[in-house]
């Protein structure tokens, strides 16, 4: 395999900032909807255009030669297993969201106000409206057949569909929530924070993610970097506290005995980090 040579690897901008510096106000939806308790940030700035340029890449015509439709079939497998947990909370599998956004998508992991790990998805559907409004109704179908059960509200002046979900044995009772409003397509697994969001859709919300000192100067740092060219992902995470959501969401019984890599991390002085983050373009 030829050596990448050191150019291209610095086209994908990974960086640590910790200083404190002023910055404009982020540019995506995605980050001024999320609350500002956003711990993990993964945003797709165009799916359409994401798509075009990764099939114009090595890996993405090597992915798309019939001969490694195998190991290409074999690969979403494993994927969709790993990625139960998202079909478990919303009623829909990563493949359900794959042909629907046309904008940005984003994916949030938020601490909810129970101080619980929420998962919220936003995306722009702008063209396809259609394929949008039929997602609530197929969540639905798919968690009542489980038990859950299904109601519809109005937050913030958007309608939504709330579903109920019991929870299995020795588990809480979870949630999902969708809305479809101005072309614009959201879930989450957490009604509070879905409240949030829509709250400030209509411009009365409290701050958000993009209000946050180490987000504002990650991207800033990652602006100066990229230029005028515009990333095609956008990603951003606060290591200790996405960690402590990830532990708290696993079951009493799937955490590890003693200490954890939360208490190494910690020991080890890693809650310097305030926020870690990155553009790909």
């Not at 990625?83 to 990563?94: A, C, S, V, W």
């Not at 790990?117 to 409206?129: C, E, F, I």
Request: glycine share 10%; net charge negative; with cysteine.
């Amino acid at each position: 395999m030829p050596r990448i040579p050191t150019r291209t690897i610095s086209s994908v901008v990974f960086l640590l900032w910790i200083a404190a510096t002023p910055w404009l106000r982020a540019e995506g939806p995605g980050e001024t909807l999320l609350p500002e308790t956003t711990k993990g940030f993964f945003s797709v700035t165009n799916v359409e255009d994401l798509k075009g340029h990764w099939a114009d890449t090595q890996i993405g015509k090597l992915m798309a030669d019939p001969a490694m439709g195998p190991f290409v079939k074999d690969f979403r497998r494993q994927l969709q297993q790993r990625l139960d947990t998202f079909q478990k909370k919303l009623g829909l599998g990563i493949e359900d969201f794959e042909n629907v956004p046309t904008g940005e998508v984003t994916i949030g992991v938020i601490e909810s106000p129970k101080g619980t790990r929420a998962l919220a998805v936003l995306m722009d559907v702008t063209g396809r409206v259609d394929e949008a409004q039929a997602m609530p109704d197929k969540a639905a179908t798919n968690l009542t057949a489980g038990g859950a059960k299904r109601s519809e509200a109005t937050w913030s002046g958007t309608d939504v569909v709330v579903l109920d979900i019991p929870g299995e044995e020795g588990q809480l009772p979870q949630e999902a929530v969708y809305f479809l409003k101005d072309n614009f397509l959201g879930a989450a697994d957490d009604r509070e924070v879905m409240k949030e969001i829509l709250a400030r859709m209509a411009g009365q919300g409290e701050a958000a993610l993009a209000d946050v000192e180490a987000f504002q100067i990650v991207l800033e740092r990652c602006h100066k970097d990229a230029g005028d060219r515009t990333p095609q992902v956008r990603w951003f995470v606060e290591p200790i506290a996405y960690m402590g959501l990830a532990e708290k969401a696993n079951p009493p019984e799937k955490r590890p005995q003693g200490k954890t890599p939360l208490d190494i991390a910690k020991n080890q002085g890693f809650e310097a980090i305030r926020g870690m983050g990155g553009f790909v373009d």
